[in-house]
């Protein structure tokens, strides 16, 4: 048998190097605050080196493309030289005196904090790389680096060439890894591993005969791709013919108490999950009022009723679904997106929103194979603080292969009113926009260790910030599929407190979203399948929103006639990714100097 080399044992050696340079040598000066914050800044520029070393898959996506050749191999001994690194770094932590740094590099100390605290939860509590089998797919590691345009093509395809030399490795630890999973993640990682297959294909192959590699190179990485393939076939086959059938499944619910812990870790909010499902619980019925009253004003242009219903919700209903047909077709569906961009541009620009920058590129697309299967529908791929020229991806599910019945009921849930309301999520001024703000943000830590509420909560904010600005034309309709489109996303944490922290069936959610959420069955139900494979992320949405729009209207009320919409903006943008809390104490600072 020949000997196969194996990458892990090299990895343990030089990750036991990088620890000790990590390693700061001594206590940092702290004799005066600007002392501290010269020794903190150069920490944290090991930190970061640190962390993309044994992240190189993050690494790639945030730009940073020194480790792109490296794949690293889901063991158990890895996942011991990745516990010993971030013990490492929090006892590094500790060596700093908080209370001298500056707010912005308090900001980033937490941040860095909650990283460790968050990487020892998920390792060593959660656990999900035992019961997730979707952890495991080589197919986005390998689309970022061919699809990148940060250095030639025969540079990146050794890069691709080297890290496929750990595939079988790989496939064969991500298989030992997986003990117990869920039926979902199980049947998400067959989809998505099926997905990934299609990365080495023939876009790879044609890349690899149009490169300037040597027939040597080129014999060798066709040989790695067909070897890749045969692994991942390999782990779907095993998914498929000996997970699936055994039936030894855990429940794909955490539980309230890993969830109200997972929640403090992943948002960073303010305030408590509890306390998030509470709130959400009194603007659904916020919302329903708005509707109510609104529906009342309008339904005799859309719906002629011999007698008008006494149940109020009922008219809602009626008039939600007549202003649903109103939609763009199957085969234009991507195109009515791609097209509506430039009048969402133009209206930023004329409204003085916030300024934009013209030279970083968005391209919608329709989403990869791979990034398939998760029930999210649209999302946005951008570039990292290291990879700022790069393009934007919007990636859209285009509506292919689906039943006449299925793609009629996405396009009513997508129609002419909140497909824009979604471009305006996804793009502009939302994820998109915000997005290169981040980018420019001085804290690197900010931009990389970007919370994810704060992300989604600005995108929900702009939203209503854009219709608040005449978008739609202050019509009672689009405010009213505004509020259907709003009530999602507090439905969104309600559904994922009561099916991850409670007991929540799928006949119970699907009635809750279509009767509350006035949506259609198909959306429905792909949320419910979004709430059993994900834990958290469907609460952050509501929770970075609320404390966005909380924020504003206590700065409006403290600033009075000075309160500036724009300043507001770009200001809030300005500090990167951060969690809100944070932002409103740097902004509340800065208020009282």
């Not at 439905?491 to 007991?503: C, K, M």
Request: with cysteine; net charge neutral; aromatic share 10%.
């Amino acid at each position: 048998m020949k000997h196969r080399y194996s990458l892990s044992a090299a990895v343990l050696l030089a990750g036991a190097g990088l620890l000790a340079a990590c390693d700061p040598g001594t206590k940092p000066a702290t004799g005066t605050a600007e002392t501290a914050d010269a020794t903190f800044d150069d920490y944290k520029a090991r930190f970061i080196d640190s962390l993309w070393y044994y992240n190189p898959e993050w690494a790639s996506s945030a730009g940073y493309h020194r480790y792109d050749s490296l794949l690293v191999v889901p063991s158990a001994g890895r996942r011991q030289v990745e516990a010993a690194a971030i013990a490492r770094r929090g006892k590094e932590l500790q060596a700093f005196e908080v209370g001298k740094l500056s707010v912005n590099n308090q900001t980033d100390y937490r941040l860095m904090q909650n990283y460790l605290a968050s990487a020892r939860f998920y390792a060593d509590t959660l656990r999900s790389w035992e019961w997730n089998p979707s952890n495991y797919n080589v197919g986005g590691a390998v689309a970022e680096v061919l699809n990148g345009r940060y250095a030639p093509l025969d540079r990146r395809l050794r890069a691709i060439s080297s890290k496929l030399i750990q595939s079988a490795d790989y496939y064969e630890a991500a298989e030992q890894s997986v003990k117990r999973p869920t039926r979902e993640h199980t049947n998400l990682a067959i989809r998505q591993n099926q997905g990934g297959l299609s990365v080495f294909g023939p876009a790879l192959l044609d890349s690899v005969a149009k490169s300037g590699l040597s027939d040597a190179e080129k014999k060798t990485l066709r040989e790695r791709v067909a070897t890749t393939r045969l692994a991942m076939e390999g782990y779907i086959r095993f998914l498929q013919t000996q997970v699936l059938p055994a039936g030894n499944f855990r429940p794909f619910r955490i539980g309230p108490e890993l969830f109200a812990r997972k929640f403090a870790l992943d948002i960073q909010s303010r305030y408590s999950a509890d306390e998030v499902y509470q709130k959400a619980l009194t603007h659904r019925q916020e919302l329903l009022t708005d509707m109510k009253a609104r529906a009342l004003r309008i339904y005799p242009k859309y719906v002629q009723y011999q007698a008008v219903p006494q149940d109020t919700l009922a008219i809602v209903r009626d008039v939600v679904a007549a202003l649903s047909r109103e939609h763009a077709t199957p085969q234009r569906f991507v195109d009515a997106v791609r097209e509506q961009m430039p009048e969402l541009v133009r209206w930023v620009n004329e409204h003085d929103l916030l300024t934009q920058d013209p030279t970083q590129p968005l391209v919608v697309r329709e989403t990869p194979l791979y990034m398939r299967g998760s029930g999210a529908g649209a999302s946005v791929s951008a570039p990292g603080p290291y990879d700022k020229g790069a393009d934007t991806y919007y990636n859209v599910d285009p509506i292919v292969g689906l039943p006449a019945p299925q793609a009629e009921s996405y396009l009513r849930e997508y129609n002419t009113y909140t497909l824009q309301i979604l471009n305006i999520h996804e793009a502009i001024p939302g994820h998109y926009t915000q997005l290169v703000y981040a980018n420019r943000s001085p804290s690197l830590i900010k931009s990389i260790l970007g919370n994810g509420a704060m992300i989604e909560g600005w995108a929900v904010y702009a939203e209503r910030m854009m219709l608040e600005s005449g978008y739609g034309g202050n019509t009672d309709e689009f405010w009213l599929m505004w509020d259907k489109w709003n009530m999602r996303v507090t439905l969104n944490a309600i559904l994922d407190h009561e099916v991850q922290a409670g007991s929540l069936t799928e006949t119970q959610a699907v009635e809750m979203l279509r009767r509350d959420g006035f949506q259609e069955d198909a959306e429905a139900r792909n949320k419910w399948l979004r709430a059993t494979l994900s834990q958290v992320q469907l609460s952050s949405y509501f929770t970075g929103y609320t404390e966005i729009y909380d924020l504003r209207e206590e700065l409006k009320q403290k600033q009075g006639k000075e309160f500036n919409l724009k300043a507001f903006h770009e200001q809030f943008l300005s500090y990167g990714s951060a969690p809100v809390k944070y932002i409103r104490e740097m902004m509340l600072a800065k208020e009282k100097k």
